[in-house]
């Protein structure tokens, strides 16, 4: 069967793949923010779903950063949080994601007065669940807000110790000029210390030299965004040449302004340098879409063949955090979907 669309866009919206940057919080649609605030009795600052879909208007990451705190406000419950992953592992199904690793932002709600473990038991049922529903595998990474203090840091840290079996790594995000990685040395070796992967916001819209703090003083082996790397050649060879990872978010780089149109995107340059791309949603509630409609919009600008596809699946699986055995198996899977679908120069072959 011939499908109507592009053929290579068909193959990168139905290939088997993985997320690996998505913050579960940047999943909250503003109907179920406001089915949520009604539900616990809260009131939103906006009369209805349109209006605040009308505020998703940002000028920079601040301006997002301040509604994305505020709508978070709607989540008090467990089951709050575990139908908001439910929500988010539909989409993800649907666009043919198989595993994903999704930051949630403890202290956004600890502060709240929300207890961790709330959230934790909320977000964990609902990853049970999805994979009963969907079969997807789902993994949590604990993201320290960066805005704060190292101390603050720490104490979330101490809260978390308890529960580190149901955490698989930890990361870094919230506004990041001004807040470079160096303020969390310690915090990232006593993580580190504990066995468990870390990653770091970095070169979104900080300097290249905040992706180096992230490499060389937290001990980071994939990058979230890492777009403004493009900027330092030295840099991207060492990206290149040791296989760090960066969990590219397009659209989400349109909504906040770090590049003026998709053509502008360094995704291009990052990819012929031969540093291991992923792409992702971020915030998808608040950007303009999940997964496969950052693809339309990476496809639409620049016309990537099948074999671009299948490398960015296969740097998805690769990039995680899960086994060799269990990435080697995803890799394969990948290798089969496509065999037969494409030609040596990247081409399809046939329908
Ligand atoms: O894109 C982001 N950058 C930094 N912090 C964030 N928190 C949610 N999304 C983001
Ligand atoms: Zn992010």
């Keep these: 069967m011939t499908p109507a669309i592009d053929p290579a866009l068909h193959l990168a919206l139905t290939m088997p793949k993985a997320e690996l940057h998505v913050h579960i919080e940047g999943t909250l649609e503003p109907e179920l923010a406001f089915a ?43 089951d709050d949080f575990r139908d908001l992953m439910l929500a988010y592992l539909e989409r993800a199904a649907a666009d043919h994601i198989i595993h994903t690793e999704i930051f949630f932002d ?13 959230v934790l038991d909320g977000l964990e049922d609902g990853l049970k669940q999805g994979r009963a529903r969907w079969g997807i595998s789902g993994r949590l990474i604990l993201c320290f807000l960066r805005h704060l203090s190292e101390e603050d840091a720490l104490a979330t840290l101490a809260e978390a110790e308890p529960h580190l079996a149901r955490i698989d790594g930890f990361g870094l995000d919230s506004s990041e000029q001004g807040n470079p990685p160096s303020k969390f040395q310690h915090l990232f070796a006593r993580c580190r210390a504990l066995g468990k992967p870390v990653v770091a916001h970095a070169g979104e819209e900080g ?22 790397a493009s900027e330092d050649p030295a840099l991207l060879a060492r990206l290149a040449a040791d296989g760090v990872a960066l969990t590219v978010c397009p659209l989400s780089n349109l909504k906040l302004r770090v590049f003026p149109d998709m053509h502008a995107h360094t995704l291009g340059q990052l990819l012929a340098a031969g540093v291991k791309v992923t792409l992702n949603s971020d915030d998808p509630a608040y950007f303009g879409g999940y997964l496969n409609d950052n693809i339309r919009a990476v496809q639409a600008a620049f016309q ?12 998805s699986f690769e990039a995680s955090f899960a086994s060799k055995a269990k990435k080697a198996g ?17 081409q399809i072959l046939c329908q």
């Design 36 to 78: 949520l605030a009604q539900r616990n009795g809260i009131s939103l600052p906006y009369a209805d779903q349109a209006a605040l879909a009308a505020a998703y208007n940002f000028d920079s990451l601040q301006s997002f950063l301040d509604l994305y705190y505020a709508c978070a406000d709607v989540l008090r419950t467990a």
């Design 106 to 118: 403890p202290q956004t709600h600890t502060a709240r007065g929300i207890p961790f473990a709330t």
């Design 207 to 228: 300097p290249p030299d905040y992706i180096i703090q992230a490499l060389d003083l937290l001990g980071v082996k994939r990058i979230d965004h890492g777009v403004r």
């Design 304 to 315: 990537f063949d099948a074999a671009t596809w299948k490398q960015l699946a296969k740097n």
């Design 330 to 346: 995803w890799v394969e899977r990948v290798e089969v979907w496509f065999g037969g679908r494409e030609g040596h120069d990247g």
